[in-house]
């Protein structure tokens, strides 16, 4: 498939403990970015990465959310210390550009107990 | 503080029928508005992009249109079938901001055979 991977579809931690989420993007596509979805909301920008520098990390909520992606291809969501609030679905995106149409993968659920 | 509101948060309709899903805005300054379908438990996927200087635009069965002077859009879907059953977000993109995008709550359409 050609689309945008994510990785786990699923994962469930107990509070306090470090989670990682993979972002496979669209090969060739420059930008990636992060949302975070609840329950019957829309997203909500996370963090915007234009090659492997962070262009945009004004929604990241706190410092336990920290991105990398140290090759320009895929992309770690990385979340220290999990919060029961930290519960959500974690969608990533990528796009040709930074003005191309947005390719979504089918996100991370989240759920911390 | 730039927000999208969407109504109504969820609608019914018959297989067959016609809907119209609104969308008012107050992000400012304005780059393109997007209408997106999402499906339970997948990622959004883009359905229209429309700049200010456009008033409508058509994708199969969807027909979004965009007022710019009263910062209102609509996604008109026409002779609907189940597959339309999905949420529907409007999502509005800042000017110069590339794809920092600002997401609505969504509009859930279930189509009733």
């Known amino acids: 498939g050609a689309g945008v991977s994510q990785t786990p579809s699923n994962k469930v931690t107990e509070k306090g403990k470090y989670v990682e989420l993979r972002c496979d993007p669209i090969?060739?596509?420059?930008?990636l970015y992060w949302y975070r979805q609840s329950l019957g909301q829309g997203p909500e920008f996370l963090i915007y990465?234009?090659?492997?520098?962070?262009?945009?990390d004004s929604g990241l909520p706190n410092d336990r959310f920290f991105a990398v992606r140290p090759e320009g291809s895929v992309s770690t969501l990385k979340i220290q210390r999990t919060e029961r609030g930290d519960s959500a679905v974690y969608l990533c995106?990528?796009?040709?550009?930074?003005?191309?149409?947005?390719?979504f993968g089918n996100g991370t659920r989240l759920t911390v107990t | 503080k730039n927000q999208v509101e969407q109504s109504p948060q969820s609608l019914i309709i018959l297989e067959g029928k016609n809907c119209t899903l609104q969308?008012?805005?107050?992000?400012?300054?304005?780059?393109?508005l997007r209408w997106y379908k999402q499906d339970t438990g997948r990622g959004p996927v883009s359905l229209t992009i429309?700049?200010?200087?456009?008033n409508t635009k058509s994708n199969g069965r969807y027909t979004a249109t965009l007022d710019a002077d009263t910062k209102q859009s609509s996604l008109h879907i026409t002779a609907s079938q189940l597959s339309d059953s999905a949420s529907y977000i409007c999502?509005?993109?800042?000017?110069?901001?590339?794809?920092?995008?600002?997401f609505g709550g969504g509009t859930r359409v279930l189509v009733k055979p």
């Open positions: 995106a990528s796009s040709l550009t930074e003005n191309s149409p947005l390719h």
């Open positions: 090969s060739g596509h420059t930008a």
């Open positions: 990465f234009q090659g492997t520098g962070a262009a945009d």
């Open positions: 969308c008012n805005y107050t992000v400012s300054p304005f780059s393109n």
């Open positions: 429309m700049t200010f200087s456009e």
């Open positions: 999502v509005v993109s800042l000017k110069a901001a590339g794809n920092k995008l600002t």
